[in-house]
């Protein structure tokens, strides 16, 4: 079992900052494109962003400009920078590994909550 291990959800208030990290074992993380999704009470679950093996970038439109994606290749780990964060943004956010454009393993999830 590929455990993908989260961190760094938490409660921030509206207009505020929070990082995401996600480590993944080397063996899948070197080969794997790599997306952050995240899903609110009720709702699906929704690609936030995603980054290629060769560190190209795709994000949703509601979080374009906002949220960065980033990888570290050499500590297999991708990050989601969070800025000018608003109470829509409040859910449990999920890395994923990816090939081929399908989710290969999940992270457990981190929740951020967002108080306005």
């Known amino acids: 079992q590929v455990q993908l291990v989260e961190s760094g959800g938490g409660l921030v208030q509206a207009g505020g900052s929070l990082r995401l990290s996600c480590a993944a074992p080397?063996?899948?993380?070197?080969?794997?494109?790599m997306a952050w999704y995240r899903q609110s009470a009720g709702a699906p679950r929704d690609v936030v962003a995603s980054?290629?093996?060769?560190?190209?970038?795709d994000y949703a439109a509601s979080i374009k400009g906002r949220f960065t994606i980033t990888r570290d290749n050499a500590k297999n780990t991708v990050y989601l920078q969070m800025g000018s964060l608003k109470p829509e943004d409040t859910a449990v956010y999920y890395c994923?590994?990816?090939?081929?454009?399908?989710?290969?393993?999940w992270g457990q999830g981190t929740q951020v909550t967002v108080s306005s």
């Open positions: 980054i290629t093996s060769a560190g190209n970038t």
């Open positions: 994923a590994t990816m090939r081929r454009g399908q989710v290969v393993y």
């Open positions: 080397g063996s899948i993380f070197s080969i794997s494109d």
